[in-house]
């Protein structure tokens, strides 16, 4: 039986204070008409981008037998939506449960969460890497951000890297399984305060750009905003380039709303403020096509 509503299974860690993870992942989907079903891979009081001493609560040995009692009961997923992850272990958990539930016409969206700005997060060992270009075969879209895109391939990072070397990183990603790669926070050497987002569809072998003014700002969670649009737009049926097109303007409007006002970064975007003009009609539309 078809779902009333489209489905996603997120795989994220829940994050209680600070808007990253579970705790913007689900307000997306659900605004945008897709039940967010949650997977936690652990509980945490705080995300770890600026705070200490946060509470950490793994839930790896609980993950199968969630997983175990959705299989007995049957759930049917319109999309696979994964994040964060904390160990070897818990990409393992992923990778089957990509396996157990797939169905055609799915939409498999792997974020590879694996560092930014030239540097692995803290838990992110060679492995890690490693393991996380073996679960990108499986995604049918994948969302890295410049430094994963770098490690995914084994390049350098290098911020002065050409459009068309990048053209040829996300064709040498898609080739590994993904049909759509979406590599965010591309630098423009030659633009100051701007960043792009590329993204490729291999299938019929196009391409787009969207350039992004950028505040001078860092809000934790923007990867996982971004990503979630992606997959709510995706889910609505919209175009590569429109789900492209509304994630960078969503991203863009929340840190344009929560830089006026003077309170901590690590808190997030005040996404509460915005979260309703995911329901206004796509306006505008500023990609351009490279390909
Ligand atoms: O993707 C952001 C994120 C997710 N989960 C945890 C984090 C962060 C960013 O800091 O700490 C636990």
Redesign the pocket.
């Known amino acids: 039986m078809k779902n009333p509503v489209p489905r996603a299974a997120a795989i994220h860690?829940l994050?209680g204070f600070g808007r990253?993870?579970l705790s913007v992942v689900i307000p997306i989907l659900s605004s945008m008409g897709v039940q967010p079903c949650s997977l936690p891979t652990a509980v945490?009081s705080t995300?770890?981008?600026g705070f200490q001493n946060y509470h950490f609560v793994d839930l790896t040995d609980h993950m199968q037998a969630i997983v175990d009692h959705w299989k007995a009961i049957g759930v049917h997923f319109d999309a696979i939506y994964s994040?964060?992850l904390g160990s070897p272990r818990q990409i393992d958990i992923v990778e089957k449960f990509i396996h157990d539930f797939a169905n055609d016409d799915q939409l498999i969206l792997i974020d590879p969460?694996l560092g930014d700005n030239g540097q692995p997060y803290s838990t992110m060992g060679e492995e890690m890497i490693s393991k996380m270009r073996g679960l990108i075969r499986h995604a049918d879209v994948i969302t890295p951000n410049f430094t994963e895109a770098a490690f995914l391939l084994d390049e350098p990072y290098d911020p002065s890297i050409s459009l068309g070397e990048l053209k040829t990183w996300t064709k040498r990603l898609a080739a590994q399984g993904p049909a759509k790669v979406i590599i965010t926070s591309i630098p423009v050497p030659e633009g100051k305060n701007v960043s792009s987002v590329l993204a490729y569809n291999r299938p019929d072998n196009r391409m787009w750009k969207v350039d992004c003014s950028y505040i001078p700002a860092h809000y934790?969670?923007t990867?996982?905003i971004f990503a979630s649009v992606v997959v709510g737009s995706l889910l609505q049926g919209d175009s590569l380039p429109i789900a492209l097109d509304r994630a960078v303007q969503f991203v863009s409007i929340a840190i344009r709303s929560t830089f006026g006002y003077d309170f901590p970064a690590r808190e997030g975007v005040l996404l509460e403020r915005v979260l309703p003009s995911l329901n206004a009609p796509v306006m505008a539309s500023s990609y351009q096509i490279l390909e």
């Open positions: 860690d994050s990253t993870s945490l995300h770890t981008g994040g964060f969460v934790p969670g990867g996982d």
